[in-house]
C-alpha cells in the first residue's frame, strides 16, 4: 500500500480532530473515566486491530489515559489502512 503524501495526510487530520502527525505515525490521547474503562478500551481495540491485522503501538498512563499510534511497518509510513483505523477509533469512543 502507498504511503500518503504530506497532503494527504494533512487532508485526512482535517477530519481527524484527536489526531495529529507525530515522527512518521498518526498519533492520539484518549484519557478514559478509570482504570477498568481504559483497560477495556485496548481491549476493544486490540479485538479490532487483530479483526484488522493492523497493530498499532499502545500504552496507558496515569492509569487511564490511553496513547495510540498508527502506522503500517510494512510500508514504511502512514497508509491508508492507518486513516481507516484512526478513523474507526474515532467512532468507537465517540470523538
Known sequence: MPVLSAQEIAEALEGLPAWSQD???????????DWP??????NQLGAEAERRNHHPDVCITGYRTVTIR?????????????????TWISGAIGQ
Open 23 to 33: 515522527e512518521g505515525a498518526l498519533a492520539a490521547s484518549f484519557r478514559r473515566k
Open 37 to 42: 474503562d481504559a483497560l477495556g478500551f485496548v
Open 70 to 86: 498508527l502506522t503500517t511497518h510494512s510500508d514504511g509510513g502512514i497508509t491508508d489502512r492507518d486513516v481507516l483505523f484512526a
